[in-house]
């Protein structure tokens, strides 16, 4: 497990600094109004703490003390981990459900297409009351819009 937390600090640290170095400069807009947010303030923000817990994963995993008992036993079942069809089904149909999605937030707005995403997805985990269903559908977008527009005063498409 050390040589995995090892290897998942650097490529998160290496793709922050990329975002960080290059994406977040390069492609978004340095133009604002005085007494405004810069609107890369939030992606270099989420950048930043993604590449501070790289770090602090690096430092935690270089720290530990081997244990052969305990890697041993992590290897066995890492062994019995694999990626069947029932893995490469779930991995397309959520997939599916993404361009689904992009497409409902495109032609539809946001309201319809978390209606019916939540929908699906209470269905889909298990809710099968058909009142809770179509409440949760039809509240919980109305909720997040309201909290977006008067919290951040940003419409939703």
Same mark, same amino acid.
């Given at each position: 497990?050390?040589?995995?937390?090892? !290897?998942? /600090? %650097?490529? @998160?640290? !290496?793709?922050?600094?990329l975002?960080? &170095?290059?994406?977040?400069?390069?492609?978004?807009?340095?133009n604002?109004?005085?007494g405004?947010?810069?609107? /890369?303030? +939030?992606?270099?923000?989420?950048?930043?703490?993604?590449? @501070?817990?790289a +770090?602090?994963l690096? +430092?935690?995993?270089?720290?530990?003390?081997d244990?052969?008992?305990? #890697? !041993?036993? *992590?290897? #066995?079942a890492? #062994?019995?981990?694999?990626f069947?069809?029932? #893995?490469?089904?779930? $991995?397309?149909?959520?997939?599916?459900?993404? &361009?689904i999605?992009? =497409?409902?937030?495109?032609?539809?707005?946001f *309201?319809?297409? /978390? &209606?019916?995403? @939540?929908?699906?997805?209470?269905?889909?985990?298990?809710?099968?009351?058909? $009142?809770?269903?179509? =409440?949760?559908?039809? %509240?919980?977008?109305?909720?997040?819009?309201?909290?977006?527009?008067? &919290?951040?005063?940003?419409?939703?498409?």
């Amino acid at each position: 497990m050390k040589r995995v937390d090892l !290897a998942a /600090s %650097i490529i @998160i640290l !290496a793709f922050s600094g990329l975002a960080l &170095g290059w994406l977040i400069p390069s492609f978004i807009s340095t133009n604002y109004d005085a007494g405004d947010l810069p609107p /890369s303030l +939030i992606s270099s923000l989420s950048m930043g703490v993604c590449a @501070i817990t790289a +770090i602090l994963l690096g +430092i935690s995993s270089w720290r530990r003390k081997d244990d052969n008992h305990q #890697e !041993a036993q *992590e290897d #066995e079942a890492a #062994e019995k981990l694999s990626f069947g069809i029932r #893995e490469a089904g779930n $991995l397309m149909l959520w997939l599916a459900a993404a &361009g689904i999605v992009w =497409l409902l937030l495109k032609f539809v707005g946001f *309201e319809v297409a /978390s &209606g019916a995403v @939540i929908a699906a997805g209470a269905v889909y985990g298990g809710i099968r009351n058909p $009142l809770k269903v179509v =409440l949760a559908a039809l %509240i919980i977008p109305q909720v997040i819009d309201k909290a977006v527009w008067y &919290g951040l005063n940003i419409k939703l498409p």
